[in-house]
C-alpha cells in the first residue's frame, strides 16, 4: 500500500475517532493500526492539537446590540409561525380512517351483538341438559353486557347535553357528562351577572368571597379534598387514557362509542383542528400566564395555548390559591379559575417587566375570587405600566354595594421602589408621569365573542391531551 | 431537547422574553456564521436581522426531533447559501472536488473586523478553507456539533461530514505548518510560535 493510499483508507477515520465519532469496534481498530503506524500517530496528534486550538478560541463577540434591537423591534409586530399544516393532516387522516372504522362497528356492532343474543337464546332454548350451557352463559352474559353498556353510554351522551352538572359529589361524572363544546367563557353580557356577584364577605383569611363562585365551584372544592385514593383513580385513569393512544380501533365522540369524561375529552382535544373549546372540569397545569389588551394567554405545560379573551370584561377569569403550588386552568362555572401558587405573576407582555399578582402573596384564597387591576375597563385601558412595575392584587367588588370596590388585603402597586397602596395613588403618579405604554393587542386573539379556547401549538396529538387533574 | 421545544412553544406563544432568549442564545453564533459567508458588514448584519425574522416565523416548523442548534444553523446556512446564490450565482454548484480555498478571502478589509473572535493564525488558516470546510469546522469544532448534529444541520450524510472535517483539518494543519511540529523525539507534538525555532 502506497502512503497516498494509506492515507485514502485509513484517515478520514483518524478524526472519527479523535472525535469519538466511531462504533467502538472501529475505536480498537484504529488503536491497533495506531500502535504500529507512525504517521498515523502524527496525523492524529496534528489534528488534536488543532482542535485543540480551535476550540481554545475566546468566545465570539456577542450580538451586536443595535442589531439585537433592530431584530426584537422587527418581531414585536410579528406573529409566529405556527405548526406547518401538513404535518398536521397526518393525525386527521389518521383520526378520520379510525373514525370511518368504529362508525362501521357503532352501526354493525349492535346487530351483530342481537344476532349473537338470538342465536344464543335459540340454542338455548333448543339445547339439552348436555349442551355446555357454562359455556354460554358468559357468552350470553357478555354479550348482553355489551349491549347493556352501549345502551347506557347512549342514554348518557343524551344526558350529557341536557343535564347541567348540579351536585358537587360526582365531578368526574360530570366532566364525562359535560359538553364543553356548548359552555362559553362570560361575555360582556355574562359581565354584569358576574359583578353583581361579587361579595365582600370576608372568608376565614380576612379576605372578601365570592359568594356565587363558592356556590358554583363547590364540585372544585369537593375535589381538592378528593382521597387520596379517588385521587390515584384519576391518575390511573390518565394511564388508561396513555394507553389508548396506540388504540386504532376507537373512535372520537359522535361516533356512538362509550367514552369516559377524560378520554372524550383527551379525542376530542386531538380531532379539533384549530381552536378548541376548553375543557370543563379539566385542569390544565401552566407554565406561564401573561395578558395584553385582548385577554390572557396561557402556556400549558403540555404545550397547549390557552386563550380568554378579555371582550371588555374584566371578569373573564376567577382566582384562587393553588392547593398543590402548580399554575392551573380550569373552566368550572361562568368563567375559568386560574389556580395560583403564592408566587405566581400574569406577565404582562405589552410591556416586558411589568407585572400583575392578582393574589397577593399572603392570601389563602380558597374560593375563587373575581379580581381586576383597575375599577373598570376604562380604567384599565388608562393603566400605564412601567417595565419595573408590579400590581400585587387588585380590586373586587362587594355584591352589597355595587359601586364600591375594595383592595383584596395586602393589594398594592409598585413601580420601582415605591410602593402605592390605592388606585387612585397609582393614578396620581401615572398622571404626572406618562412615559410609560398603554396596553395593546400583542396576541393573535380570537374575535371578542368566541369562547374560552384552546390553540394547540404543537401538531403531536398526544401532547394535545388535556391533563386531567384537580388543583 | 424538551427545553428546546418548551423555548419554542413559548415563542409560538407570543411570549417576547422567550424570543429575547432565543435572540441571546443563538445571536452571535448566527452572526459569526453569517459573517464567514457575506463579506460587507452592513450586508451581514440584515442578512443576520432576516435570518432570525425568518426563524421567529417559522418557528412552528420546529419539531423537536433534532436540537434547536441544528435547526437554527441550518436555517442560518440555507440564507447564507441564498444570498450568496444571488450575489454570486456561479457559485451556487460547489461540489466537494470544488472545495478549493478562495484566494482572495485574507485580503478582504471587512475580515479583519472579525479576527478578533479568533486568534489571528488560527483564524487566517480558518480563513483560507473553502465555505464547505469552513462550516462543518465551525459547528463541529466551535459550536460543539456532533457529526450527526453536523450532518443534519448541513443535510449531507455522516459521511460526507467525516470527510469534509478530515479534509478541513488537514488543510488547517498545512496552513499551520510553520506552527505544527511533527512528532519529536519525545513523541510529544508542539505548537509553536512562528519564528521561535523547535528544540
Given at each position: 500500500?502506497?502512503?497516498?493510499?494509506?492515507?485514502?483508507?485509513?484517515?478520514?477515520?483518524?478524526?472519527?475517532?479523535?472525535?469519538?465519532?466511531?462504533?467502538?469496534?472501529r475505536?480498537?481498530?484504529?488503536?491497533?493500526?495506531?500502535?504500529?503506524?507512525?504517521s498515523?500517530?502524527?496525523e492524529?496528534?496534528?489534528?488534536?492539537?488543532i482542535?485543540?486550538?480551535?476550540?481554545?478560541?475566546?468566545?465570539?463577540d456577542?450580538?451586536?446590540?443595535?442589531?439585537?434591537?433592530?431584530?426584537?423591534?422587527?418581531?414585536?409586530?410579528?406573529?409566529?409561525?405556527?405548526?406547518?399544516?401538513?404535518?398536521?393532516r397526518?393525525?386527521?387522516?389518521?383520526?378520520?380512517?379510525t373514525?370511518?372504522?368504529?362508525?362501521l362497528?357503532?352501526?354493525?356492532?349492535p346487530?351483530?351483538?342481537?344476532?349473537?343474543?338470538?342465536?344464543?337464546?335459540?340454542?338455548s332454548?333448543?339445547?339439552?341438559?348436555?349442551?355446555?350451557s357454562?359455556?354460554?352463559?358468559?357468552?350470553?352474559?357478555?354479550?348482553?353486557?355489551?349491549?347493556?353498556?352501549?345502551s347506557?353510554?347512549?342514554?348518557?351522551?343524551?344526558?350529557?347535553?341536557?343535564?347541567?352538572?348540579?351536585?358537587?359529589?360526582?365531578?368526574?361524572?360530570?366532566?364525562?357528562?359535560?359538553?364543553?363544546?356548548?359552555?362559553?367563557?362570560?361575555?360582556?353580557?355574562?359581565?354584569?351577572?358576574?359583578?353583581?356577584?361579587?361579595?365582600?364577605?370576608?372568608?376565614?383569611?380576612?379576605?372578601?368571597?365570592?359568594?356565587?363562585?363558592?356556590?358554583?365551584?363547590?364540585?372544585?372544592?369537593?375535589?381538592?379534598?378528593?382521597?387520596?385514593?379517588?385521587?390515584?383513580?384519576?391518575?390511573?385513569?390518565?394511564?388508561?387514557?396513555?394507553?389508548?393512544?396506540?388504540?386504532?380501533?376507537?373512535?372520537?365522540?359522535?361516533?356512538?362509542?362509550?367514552?369516559?369524561?377524560g378520554?372524550?375529552?383527551?379525542?376530542?382535544?386531538?380531532?379539533?383542528?384549530?381552536?378548541?373549546?376548553?375543557?370543563?372540569?379539566?385542569?390544565?397545569?401552566?407554565?406561564?400566564?401573561?395578558?395584553?389588551?385582548?385577554?390572557?394567554?396561557?402556556?400549558?405545560?403540555?404545550?397547549?395555548?390557552?386563550?380568554?379573551?378579555?371582550?371588555?370584561?374584566?371578569?373573564?377569569?376567577?382566582?384562587?390559591?393553588?392547593?398543590?403550588?402548580?399554575?392551573?386552568?380550569?373552566?368550572?362555572?361562568?368563567?375559568?379559575?386560574?389556580?395560583?401558587?403564592?408566587?405566581?405573576?400574569?406577565?404582562?407582555?405589552?410591556?416586558?417587566?411589568?407585572?400583575?399578582?392578582?393574589?397577593?402573596p399572603?392570601?389563602?384564597?380558597?374560593?375563587?375570587?373575581?379580581?381586576?387591576?383597575?375599577?373598570?375597563?376604562?380604567?384599565?385601558?388608562?393603566?400605564?405600566?412601567?417595565?419595573?412595575?408590579?400590581?400585587?392584587?387588585?380590586?373586587?367588588?362587594?355584591?352589597?354595594?355595587?359601586?364600591?370596590?375594595?383592595w383584596?388585603?395586602?393589594?398594592?402597586?409598585?413601580?420601582?421602589?415605591?410602593?402605592?397602596?390605592?388606585?387612585?395613588?397609582?393614578r396620581?403618579?401615572?398622571?404626572?408621569?406618562?412615559?410609560?405604554?398603554?396596553?395593546?393587542?400583542?396576541?393573535?386573539n380570537?374575535?371578542?365573542?368566541?369562547?374560552?379556547?384552546?390553540?394547540?401549538?404543537?401538531?403531536?396529538?398526544?401532547?394535545?391531551?388535556?391533563?386531567?387533574?384537580?388543583? | 431537547?424538551?427545553?428546546?421545544?418548551?423555548?419554542?412553544?413559548?415563542?409560538?406563544?407570543?411570549?417576547?422574553?422567550?424570543?429575547?432568549e432565543?435572540?441571546?442564545s443563538?445571536?452571535a453564533?448566527?452572526?459569526?456564521?453569517?459573517?464567514?459567508?457575506?463579506?460587507?458588514?452592513?450586508?451581514?448584519?440584515?442578512?443576520?436581522?432576516?435570518?432570525?425574522v425568518h426563524?421567529?416565523?417559522?418557528?412552528?416548523?420546529?419539531?423537536?426531533?433534532?436540537?434547536?442548534a441544528?435547526?437554527?444553523?441550518?436555517?442560518?446556512?440555507?440564507?447564507?447559501?441564498?444570498?450568496?446564490?444571488?450575489?454570486?450565482?456561479?457559485n451556487?454548484?460547489?461540489?466537494?472536488?470544488?472545495?478549493?480555498?478562495?484566494?482572495?478571502?485574507?485580503?478582504?478589509?471587512e475580515?479583519?473586523?472579525?479576527?478578533?473572535?479568533?486568534?489571528?493564525?488560527?483564524?487566517?488558516?480558518?480563513?483560507?478553507?473553502?465555505?464547505?470546510?469552513?462550516?462543518?469546522?465551525?459547528?463541529?469544532?466551535?459550536?460543539?456539533?456532533?457529526?450527526?448534529?453536523?450532518?443534519?444541520?448541513?443535510?449531507?450524510?455522516?459521511?460526507?461530514?467525516?470527510?469534509?472535517?478530515?479534509?478541513?483539518i488537514?488543510?488547517?494543519?498545512?496552513?499551520?505548518?510553520?506552527?505544527?511540529?511533527?512528532?519529536?523525539?519525545g513523541?510529544?507534538?508542539?505548537?509553536?510560535?512562528?519564528g521561535?525555532?523547535?528544540?
Open positions: 500500500m502506497t502512503p497516498a493510499e494509506h492515507n485514502a483508507a485509513r484517515q478520514p477515520m483518524l478524526k472519527a475517532f479523535l472525535d469519538h465519532e466511531i462504533p467502538p469496534w475505536s480498537l481498530a484504529v488503536r491497533l493500526h495506531l500502535a504500529r503506524c507512525t498515523c500517530r502524527e492524529i496528534r496534528a489534528m488534536q492539537q482542535g485543540e486550538e480551535l476550540r481554545g478560541q475566546p468566545p465570539l456577542p450580538l451586536d446590540p443595535g442589531l439585537r434591537s433592530r431584530i426584537l423591534a422587527t418581531v414585536r409586530d410579528m406573529t409566529p409561525g405556527p405548526a406547518r399544516p401538513v404535518q398536521a397526518r393525525p386527521v387522516l389518521i383520526w378520520g380512517a373514525a370511518a372504522v368504529l362508525l362497528v357503532a352501526v354493525f356492532a346487530r351483530l351483538l342481537q344476532e349473537n343474543s338470538l342465536k344464543l337464546s335459540r340454542e332454548d333448543e339445547s339439552s341438559a348436555k349442551v355446555a357454562g359455556a354460554q352463559e358468559p357468552l350470553a352474559g357478555s354479550a348482553a353486557n355489551e349491549s347493556t353498556s352501549l347506557q353510554s347512549r342514554t348518557n351522551d343524551r344526558s350529557s347535553v341536557t343535564t347541567p352538572p348540579s351536585t358537587a359529589s360526582e365531578p368526574q361524572k360530570q366532566s364525562a357528562k359535560k359538553d364543553y363544546s356548548s359552555v362559553e367563557a362570560p361575555n360582556a353580557m355574562q359581565s354584569s351577572t358576574s359583578n353583581s356577584a361579587f361579595s365582600n364577605l370576608p372568608s376565614a383569611g380576612g379576605l372578601p368571597e365570592h359568594t356565587a363562585g363558592a356556590r358554583g365551584d363547590a364540585s372544585v372544592n369537593s375535589s381538592k379534598r378528593m382521597p387520596a385514593s379517588e385521587a390515584s383513580g384519576v391518575r390511573s385513569s390518565a394511564a388508561h387514557h396513555k394507553a389508548f393512544d396506540g388504540d386504532s380501533t376507537l373512535s372520537g365522540p359522535g361516533f356512538g362509542g362509550s367514552f369516559g369524561g378520554r372524550q375529552s383527551k379525542l376530542h382535544a386531538k380531532m379539533r383542528v384549530g381552536r378548541t373549546a376548553l375543557p370543563a372540569k379539566q385542569s390544565v397545569v401552566l407554565d406561564r400566564a401573561g395578558f395584553d389588551l385582548n385577554g390572557y394567554r396561557f402556556l400549558a405545560q403540555d404545550g397547549q395555548r390557552v386563550d380568554v379573551p378579555f371582550n371588555k370584561n374584566l371578569n373573564a377569569v376567577r382566582f384562587a390559591r393553588a392547593a398543590d403550588g402548580k399554575m392551573a386552568l380550569i373552566r368550572n362555572g361562568a368563567s375559568p379559575i386560574l389556580y395560583l401558587a403564592p408566587a405566581d405573576v400574569l406577565h404582562n407582555d405589552v410591556v416586558v417587566g411589568s407585572l400583575w399578582q392578582p393574589l397577593p399572603g392570601s389563602v384564597a380558597t374560593q375563587p375570587l373575581y379580581v381586576r387591576p383597575a375599577p373598570d375597563w376604562e380604567q384599565f385601558l388608562a393603566m400605564r405600566w412601567y417595565p419595573n412595575m408590579t400590581v400585587v392584587g387588585g380590586l373586587t367588588r362587594s355584591e352589597a354595594a355595587q359601586d364600591a370596590f375594595t383584596l388585603p395586602g393589594s398594592h402597586i409598585q413601580i420601582g421602589g415605591v410602593l402605592y397602596s390605592d388606585y387612585a395613588a397609582y396620581a403618579y401615572a398622571d404626572s408621569h406618562p412615559d410609560a405604554l398603554r396596553l395593546r393587542a400583542v396576541y393573535d380570537p374575535p371578542p365573542t368566541a369562547p374560552a379556547v384552546v390553540s394547540p401549538t404543537s401538531r403531536n396529538p398526544t401532547q394535545r391531551a388535556v391533563e386531567k387533574r384537580r388543583p | 431537547m424538551r427545553d428546546d421545544l418548551k423555548l419554542t412553544r413559548r415563542i409560538q406563544a407570543g411570549d417576547p422574553r422567550a424570543f429575547e432565543f435572540l441571546d443563538y445571536g453564533r448566527v452572526q459569526y456564521l453569517v459573517r464567514r459567508t457575506v463579506e460587507n458588514r452592513t450586508d451581514a448584519e440584515d442578512l443576520t436581522q432576516e435570518i432570525f426563524l421567529y416565523r417559522n418557528i412552528g416548523s420546529y419539531r423537536g426531533e433534532a436540537a434547536l441544528t435547526w437554527v444553523y441550518r436555517v442560518a446556512l440555507n440564507q447564507c447559501a441564498k444570498y450568496a446564490q444571488k450575489r454570486h450565482p456561479q451556487v454548484a460547489l461540489e466537494e472536488q470544488n472545495e478549493q480555498a478562495s484566494p482572495d478571502w485574507r485580503s478582504d478589509p475580515k479583519a473586523a472579525v479576527k478578533g473572535e479568533l486568534s489571528e493564525r488560527v483564524h487566517d488558516a480558518l480563513e483560507q478553507l473553502s465555505p464547505l470546510h469552513k462550516e462543518v469546522v465551525v459547528l463541529h469544532e466551535l459550536y460543539g456539533l456532533t457529526y450527526q448534529e453536523c450532518a443534519q444541520t448541513l443535510e449531507v450524510p455522516i459521511g460526507t461530514v467525516k470527510s469534509r472535517l478530515f479534509n478541513a488537514r488543510r488547517l494543519r498545512g496552513s499551520l505548518s510553520d506552527y505544527v511540529l511533527g512528532e519529536t523525539a513523541g510529544v507534538l508542539r505548537v509553536e510560535v512562528a521561535e525555532k523547535a528544540p
